[in-house]
């Protein structure tokens, strides 16, 4: 008998559905603010762009990733370099994961992946990165490999909060703009934090 219940607790116990994310709310919010470069051709040409996050939520942002499917993404440029745009958020600290701080040489990557640490409401982060369309320099307007791909698939934007919700977005079509401000998920954002 004892051994019948065991037999069933191991059944129920291992065919036990996985753990989801869980589902992003009004606590769970951010904004992207995408620009060419400054002190470029201010046309997108030089591919060199600067890339805001701000947490508009309640909840501590924990990891961003952006994946582009044309193209690829080569490191910003060394925070020790007075060109450097990168600034960690307010309170907190950051890793990159790929690509890696060598701009214009080290490994290139499809996907920019940051971990946080003290990534809190109201903060924003800022790094500078290039795209490049094959493995090694090449000029190309940032807007048409972020966006406006024609059949190939637009950049996708991932976050995980420190609760363990997830807000996973594709980046929309659009016209050729000098700024661009994206905020996700689009039906519970509170106002962006302030100077995005």
């Known amino acids: 008998m004892h051994l019948r219940r065991w037999l069933l607790l191991v059944l129920l116990v291992g065919s ?44 501590a942002i924990k990891e961003f990733k952006m994946t582009i499917a044309t193209g690829f993404f080569d490191g910003p440029i060394p925070l020790k370099d007075e060109r450097s745009r990168t600034k960690a958020p307010e309170g907190g600290s950051f890793t990159l994961l790929d690509p890696d701080f060598d701009h214009g040489g080290g490994t290139r990557a ?4 940051c971990e946080f640490d003290g990534f809190d409401p109201g903060e924003r982060f800022r790094f500078d990165v290039d795209l490049d369309k094959a493995g090694s320099a090449s000029y190309a307007d940032a807007r048409r490999m972020l966006f406006n791909n024609g059949a190939a698939a637009n950049a996708a934007v991932f976050a995980r909060f420190a609760d363990g919700a997830v807000i996973e977005a594709t980046l929309p079509d659009g016209e050729l703009l000098p700024i661009y401000v994206f905020s996700f998920p689009l039906h519970s954002c509170l106002p962006p934090a302030k100077d995005l």
């Open 16 to 59: 036990a559905p996985p753990l989801l994310a869980a589902q992003p709310t009004a606590e769970h919010c951010l904004t992207i603010k995408i620009s060419d470069f400054p002190g470029e051709a201010a046309d997108w040409t030089y591919n060199h762009i600067v890339i805001e996050i701000a947490n508009d939520g309640f909840a």
């Open 110 to 113: 499809k996907t920019i992946h």
